[in-house]
């Protein structure tokens, strides 16, 4: 079984502030995503990283698979309350079809 | 575009009851299907997936089952409750051969055994 770490597991931050969530692992995952989920609501896929050492960028959000491809990093920048929720990074292993295995989570709150 | 649909929303049931969650995909063919169990706040817990119809595996021994009797149609039942089933449900999609792997999910079934 894939076990995949996420840290902090939870946040508090004032708006305007830099944060970092870091997801990893022991294991190599051909593919690396990450969640933002709300409470009650389903997980939205953010993005999907796959080659290692990529970065991609969302807006305010910088997503780093590592050159190893067993961690990655979501970095926010200038954080606002929009921001706030549960961010969940999920890895595929190759030779599991479409199957994911989740981190924890790291539950963000993003204070006026 | 492709939708994802989960009912009921909320669910309170007692122990010992039967369940049945219903999840449909439009939009879409032959998609993988997968059904999740959420602790509150924390991550994800593949319960079921299925890669066509009448294809089920199960990932965890419990007291749950699942079927998917049409392409884009997957269920989740249960013949009697147990207070441990509580929790939120969710269902997820992804392609057959998605790029990266990626999934889709639904929004969720918020089930209560009492």
């Known amino acids: 079984t894939q076990l995949l770490e996420q840290s902090p597991q939870f946040l508090s931050i004032q708006e305007g502030e830099n944060l970092t969530v870091y997801c990893n692992s022991s294991s190599v995952f051909s593919s690396l995503q990450w969640y933002r989920q709300e409470p009650g609501e389903g997980p939205v896929l953010l993005v999907t990283?796959?080659?290692?050492?990529e970065v991609k960028k969302l807006k305010r959000l910088t997503f780093q698979f590592g050159d190893a491809r067993k961690d990655s990093s979501l970095h926010i920048t200038a954080a606002q309350p929009g921001d706030t929720g549960l961010y969940l990074c999920?890895?595929?292993?190759?030779?599991?079809?479409?199957?994911?295995?989740f981190g924890g989570g790291t539950r963000l709150m993003v204070k006026p | 575009s492709q939708t994802i649909h989960q009912w009921p929303a909320t669910l309170v049931q007692p122990v010992g009851s039967p369940l049945s969650l219903e999840c449909t995909v439009e939009g879409t063919s032959n998609p993988n299907l997968y059904w999740y169990r959420q602790a509150a706040g924390r991550g994800l817990q593949l319960l079921f997936y299925?890669?066509?119809?009448?294809?089920i595996s199960s990932e965890v021994p419990q007291n749950l089952s699942a079927s998917r009797p049409q392409d884009r149609q997957f269920i989740l039942s249960s013949k009697k409750l147990l207070l441990s089933d509580s929790g939120f449900y969710l269902c997820?999609?992804?392609?057959?051969?998605?790029?990266?792997?990626?999934?889709?999910f639904g929004p969720g079934t918020r089930l209560t055994v009492t």
């Open positions: 299925s890669v066509g119809i009448g294809q």
């Open positions: 999920a890895g595929r292993v190759s030779n599991a079809g479409n199957m994911l295995t």
């Open positions: 990283v796959v080659t290692g050492g």
């Open positions: 997820a999609w992804s392609h057959p051969t998605g790029t990266g792997g990626g999934q889709y």
